[in-house]
């Protein structure tokens, strides 16, 4: 079945870094946008960053651009979020998220859905 | 603070409907389509709605989604105890080129 496994979750000191996984099964990873949400305890959800399908594209949410980088290894079926200077702030479960239509160029303007979510991988930034 | 805004809570007994209504802008509600999605506490989140008014396989009619001009909305009628979660819209920003979502909503069945 479609499965996405977030990996590489932990705790570590403000101005550290750390590297997210995921691991994706059941579908054609090279087929569909992913995207990071995010959540911090007790607050609701924060969309994070994308990658196209081809990974030709990549958007952020301002308060991670320049210290967040989202990539993909198609032929690994493979998701990344490296995470740089990480704030207090940063702490939250992130989730990695699959796009609900094949081949999106253009994000929400013919369509928008994430359709199948991961269970979530916990980052914890200590001061 | 969300782009998009909900009413923190919504709540009515069971078999009775709520609506929770999503607020955004000509930059996104307006100008792209509106997913909905159901979170309940240690899980991730299930998609609800997607393309303003689609549901996903597996998703009940209890749930409908609809979009007029900078406002969508989501129905759940017929509700039952496992509806309690939260609830939150999502869509596309074209200014900021990034995903939004709302600020979420808490269903309570009565």
């Known amino acids: ?127 | 603070q969300s782009v998009l805004t909900q009413p923190p809570s919504v709540s009515a007994a069971p078999g009775q409907k709520v609506t929770i209504y999503c607020s955004g802008s000509r930059s996104d509600i307006r100008n792209n389509y509106v997913s909905w999605y159901q979170h309940l506490p240690g899980t991730g989140p299930k998609l609800l709605i997607y393309d303003n008014d689609k549901r996903p396989s597996g998703i009940p009619n209890r749930f409908s989604g609809s979009k007029s001009g900078t406002s969508a909305t989501l129905d759940i009628t017929g509700l039952q105890a496992g509806d309690e979660a939260d609830y939150y819209c999502g869509t596309w920003h074209s200014s900021l080129s990034a995903g939004v979502f709302g600020s979420g909503t808490k269903v309570t069945v009565l």
């Open chain 1, 1 to 127: 079945q479609v499965q996405l496994v977030e990996s590489g979750g932990g705790v570590v000191q403000s101005g550290g870094s750390l590297r997210l996984s995921c691991a994706a099964s059941g579908f054609t990873f090279s087929d569909y946008g992913m995207h990071w949400v995010r959540q911090v305890p007790g607050k609701g959800l924060e969309w994070a960053a994308l990658v196209l399908f081809d990974g030709s594209n990549k958007y952020y949410v301002d308060s991670v651009r320049g210290r967040f980088t989202i990539s993909r290894d198609n032929s690994k079926n493979t998701l990344y979020l490296q995470m740089n200077s990480l704030r207090v702030e940063d702490t939250a479960v992130y989730y990695c998220v699959k796009d609900k239509h094949e081949r999106v160029e253009v994000p929400g303007h013919f369509s928008y859905g994430m359709d199948v979510w991961g269970q979530g991988t916990t980052v914890t930034v200590s001061s």
